[in-house]
């Protein structure tokens, strides 16, 4: 809460000057001030009338009534805080949104008036493009795209059956220390793939691409069991 000095009325409240102030440094303050002055009172009234008693009185009422609404005020606004701090930061948000397309949509209209004026598109390759429709074949690429390009040749039935028991072990490793999802029913490990089931809904195929027990499976093959809610 924000404090400051305080001008135009002799009655107000004198507070230090800071940025913030606890709640209960200002109503501490309050509380002094209401009884300095009904001390003052106290000893000043005794040479007055009853009339200028009881209107002094009213004054002294006035006063410290209008205080403590205030700080009343205050307490009641201070549980609204959390909105009012969360409204701030949406507030702060979208001024921050709106500052940055401004700015975006300034440099973009800055770009095309001073820089792009002589921009060109380049020229299309048409003869390469009618040799790749003619011949069927793309001859303008970089040969070092084929020299880097290597041939996938597939396993033999003994490098699988040398390799398959490995597997086999790993994809166990890697089940039992995964947490699965309690709604796989069936969880079955063979030829390399580990098959997770649920009943009636679906069924995936796992695999892996290495032995690092931190590799991201890859998914091959799923399964959705549809039926027919008319069908008993």
Request: aromatic fraction near 6%; hydrophobic fraction near 45%.
């Amino acid at each position: 809460m924000s404090a400051g000095p305080s001008v135009g009325n002799s009655n107000a409240l004198i507070v230090p000057i800071y940025d913030k102030i606890p709640l209960s440094h200002l109503l501490d303050a309050a509380v002094q001030k209401t009884y300095h002055e009904l001390y003052t009172m106290a000893d000043v009234l005794h040479g007055k009338s009853i009339l200028e008693r009881k209107i002094e009185l009213i004054k002294f009422a006035c006063r410290a009534r209008q205080l403590f609404i205030r700080i009343l005020a205050v307490v009641k606004w201070a549980a609204t805080t959390g909105k009012v701090t969360a409204c701030e930061d949406i507030q702060n948000f979208l001024e921050l949104r709106a500052r940055l397309i401004r700015e975006t949509s300034d440099s973009l209209a800055q770009l095309a008036r001073e820089k792009l004026l002589e921009a060109r598109v380049p020229n299309f390759p048409v003869t390469d493009t009618i040799d790749a429709m003619t011949l069927g074949s793309v001859n303008f690429l970089p040969k070092r795209i084929a020299d880097v390009i290597t041939t996938f040749t597939p396993a033999t039935e003994s490098e699988r059956q040398q390799i398959l028991p490995r597997l086999q072990q790993i994809l166990a490793a890697r089940i039992s220390t995964s947490e699965l999802p309690i709604q796989f029913t069936t969880v079955i490990i063979k030829n390399g793939l580990v098959t997770l089931t649920v009943d009636r809904e679906f069924e995936v195929k796992l695999g892996i691409t290495n032995d690092n027990l931190s590799s991201p499976w890859r998914l091959y093959q799923t399964k959705l069991f549809l039926q027919d809610p008319e069908e008993p």
